[in-house]
């Protein structure tokens, strides 16, 4: 397999983590791949031009980070990262869409950054920073402190605590709330996420 992922892709990140979680890393191949500046050979892969995107060993061409993390649960029967079914399975991937729902406006924010000053928009910047400070606090309630699992929902919001820290180190955004800040601190240092650092 050909995972497309681009070294800082947060959604590239959580692909990785649950291939290494599952023990498939030696099965993917990590081929570096850019969005920017468009159009890039990404869009051969996957026509909405963003990373990760997967090639299977049969050819087929599977994208996004959910889907490509479903496929990749499903390959193995060790150690599963989604619940089958039932009450567990609608949790762990609610709280994976919360998790790439902060993601979603935090990569907004930063590509909004990029823009000339001119053209930056401060209301939809804080409209994302809002959504994300509301989303870290509904984070803390799905969140399990004692909880020793690595579900495909926790890996979701390591990636996304990662990221935001990455990114957003100069902003207060609540990640220093005790519950949060002890159970990061710990899977932190998961050999998984340790393994996929961003590299900018
Ligand atoms: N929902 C997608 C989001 C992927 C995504 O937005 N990736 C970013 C890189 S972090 C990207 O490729 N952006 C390019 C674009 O928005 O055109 C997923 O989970 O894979």
Redesign the pocket.
């Known amino acids: 397999m050909k995972l497309l992922a ?1 070294g ?5 990140r959580k692909v990785r983590i649950v291939a290494l979680e599952k023990g498939l890393d030696q099965r993917i191949t990590l081929v570096p791949a850019s ?2 500046p ?1 159009p890039t050979a990404i869009v051969d892969t996957n026509p ?5 995107a997967l090639i299977t060993v049969d050819g087929h061409h599977l ?4 889907v490509i993390c479903e496929y990749l649960d499903s390959l193995s029967p060790h150690n599963p990262l989604i619940p089958a079914s039932g009450p567990a399975r609608w949790q762990c991937l609610r709280t994976q869409a919360l998790a ?1 729902g902060i993601l ?1 406006a935090a ?1 907004m924010i930063v590509l909004e950054r990029r823009r000339p000053a001119s053209q930056q928009s401060t209301p939809v910047e804080q409209r994302a920073l809002n959504a994300i400070r509301r989303s870290v606090i509904a984070l803390e309630r799905d969140l399990k402190p004692t909880d020793s699992t690595f579900d495909l929902s926790q890996i979701a919001i390591a990636v996304t605590f990662g990221y935001l820290e990455f990114r957003f180190a100069d902003v207060d955004l609540g990640l220093n709330k005790s519950a949060i800040s002890t159970w990061w601190s710990t899977r932190r240092e998961h050999p998984s996420v340790l393994a996929t650092i961003p590299i900018p």
Request: net charge negative; charged share 30%; hydrophobic share 25%.
């Open positions: 681009s800082t892709s947060p959604y590239a969005p920017w468009e909405l031009g963003k990373v990760p994208y996004d980070s959910r790439d979603d990569v």
